[in-house]
């Protein structure tokens, strides 16, 4: 696959503003910006940007003032991906993606500082931005590599493995509870949460591996040349998934909040572990059905996905296919069971609701 930097022949660099209205100096020379343009002590535009990101509205618009040029933000989506066009002071148009960072000298970082990914187009229209914003490998919040690079990627470890004749896994990491930090305390210390669980997962991560972010609060390991043989890959995969539970048991400090997150882990080995096709689809699927086994054990800890996993989901479908109908063809009755008090006299009955299918037969409640 192509790079897309190579594609559109874009050069890139970081822009980072702080809170006080301070940058960094590196990315004047990767933009050519006058320096009169660059923003150093008006905090007004700062506030205005950080206030538009926590609302993530996408019909909101921000006026920013760099010297005597104004761009104007525009929003797309909730990931804080916002396309600046320049309005007549240079000819680049910007392409920017906002993610909040850590600041290492004070803990009230939560969205006051913001990292920001600043990409100078040269011939393209605006477009072709939105073209590449579409293709980019980048997840832009946590800035890991997205499910598209993931897909890629997966599937060449897969040929990598039966080329060279070894073993790797891939691991599928779900935050336990997630949506409680979203609904307790808004997306905006949710996505930040994401991003530092991103920050542990990369730094701690075996050389040679890759960690994906694929959608919300959903991170996936392909672990690379794990062993020669499948116990020998297993047991590494095993060491690598109680590290990953091990270095996300530690609070997550977020501004006022201290957070405790647990992953509930599918593992999949490949290229045969689980009996199965090991094309790159298979092999997610089979991590992903894991890693369910995984949370309905307790959460916190991780399975290895075993062929019978995809028969108990199998017939777990079926069953609810069948419950959507028994209502409506009256296969429910009731029955009484009787409660007894020591002296052994009936004192009251407990009703229960048994479900007998003509097809499936009688449905434990289990």
């Not at 923003?39 to 506030?47: F, G, R, S, T």
């Not at 990369?202 to 694929?214: C, N, P």
């Not at 028994?326 to 069971?337: H, I, M, P, R, T």
């Given at each position: ?151 890629y990627s997966l599937s060449k470890e897969i040929s990598n493995t ?16 997630f949506k409680n930090v979203n609904d307790s305390l808004g997306h ?151 409660i007894v008090n020591t002296d052994e006299q009936i004192i009251g ?18």
């Amino acid at each position: 696959m192509r790079d897309v930097h190579d594609e559109l022949k874009l050069k890139s660099c970081h822009l980072v503003i702080f809170s006080d209205g301070r940058d960094n100096e590196h990315y004047e020379s990767c933009v050519s910006l006058p320096d009169d343009a660059l923003l150093k002590n008006n905090q007004q535009p700062v506030d205005d940007l950080v206030n538009h990101f926590k609302e993530f509205n996408e019909s909101m618009h921000v006026s920013i003032l760099l010297g005597e040029s104004e761009l104007l933000c525009m929003a797309f989506g909730s990931q804080g991906v916002f396309i600046l066009e320049n309005s007549n002071s240079f000819p680049e148009s910007l392409a920017v993606t906002l993610t909040p960072v850590i600041s290492k000298l004070s803990k009230q970082y939560a969205l006051l500082e913001q990292r920001s990914e600043l990409i100078r187009q040269e011939v393209l229209n605006k477009d072709t931005q939105l073209t590449y914003e579409l293709q980019a490998k980048r997840d832009p919040l946590t800035n890991l590599p997205n499910r598209r690079e993931f897909r890629y990627s997966l599937s060449k470890e897969i040929s990598n493995t039966q080329r060279y004749d070894y073993y790797g896994a891939l691991m599928y990491i779900d935050l336990d509870n997630f949506k409680n930090v979203n609904d307790s305390l808004g997306h905006s210390i949710g996505d930040i949460l994401l991003t530092l669980v991103a920050q542990r997962l990369t730094e701690h991560a075996r050389g040679g591996d890759s960690v994906f972010r694929i959608g919300g609060d959903e991170f996936v390991y392909i672990l690379s040349n794990i062993g020669a043989t499948i116990d020998e890959a297993i047991h590494t995969a095993k060491i690598v998934a109680n590290r990953v539970i091990e270095i996300l048991a530690q609070p997550i400090e977020i501004g006022e909040y201290s957070l405790h997150v647990t992953p509930s882990i599918g593992i999949a080995m490949f290229p045969d572990g689980g009996g199965e096709s090991s094309d790159s689809e298979n092999i997610l699927r089979q991590a992903d059905t894991a890693m369910y086994r995984a949370k309905q054990q307790g959460r916190n800890g991780y399975e290895f996905f075993d062929p019978e996993m995809h028969v108990e989901a199998s017939k777990r479908l079926i069953i609810e296919d069948y419950l959507r109908k028994a209502l409506k063809n009256s296969e429910f009755s009731l029955v009484y069971q009787p409660i007894v008090n020591t002296d052994e006299q009936i004192i009251g009955a407990e009703t229960l609701v048994r479900w007998n299918s003509p097809t499936l037969g009688q449905i434990s409640p289990e």
